[in-house]
């Protein structure tokens, strides 16, 4: 009897797993930014979110960080919305958790 999980099951248990210390570290690494206003929110949703990472989400927050410091600071205060490949529920998810951060401090 074969017991493998299917491709995309397998795949998607992957991008669900959540990141480990050295990923995290990386992650953390890549996203400092050099507007403080979006150092602000970077650094509140790590702090709220951290441990509960998964690799889906660190793939959006890498993809939010492709961008420059004025797009990323429109996208996280509302004044556009995400276009393109940004266009993804998982960037959206992961842009909603920045902005939550926001609305708590």
């Known amino acids: 009897m074969n017991t493998a999980p299917h491709p995309e099951q397998a795949t998607d248990a992957a991008l669900n ?3 480990d210390e050295r990923a ?3 992650l953390r690494w890549r996203c400092r930014r050099g507007l403080l206003e979006n150092d602000l929110f970077i650094e509140r949703f790590f702090a ?3 441990s509960g990472l998964t690799v889906r989400q660190a793939d959006a927050l890498g993809l939010l960080m492709d961008l420059s410091d004025n797009d990323l600071l429109d996208l996280l205060l509302g004044r ?3 276009q393109d490949d940004l266009a993804r529920d998982d960037v959206t998810r992961v ?3 920045l902005r939550a951060t926001r609305q708590s401090a």
């Open 17 to 19: 797993a959540l990141l």
């Open 80 to 82: 556009k919305a995400p």
């Open 95 to 97: 842009l909603g958790m």
């Open 24 to 26: 995290l570290s990386k």
């Open 48 to 50: 709220r979110y951290e």
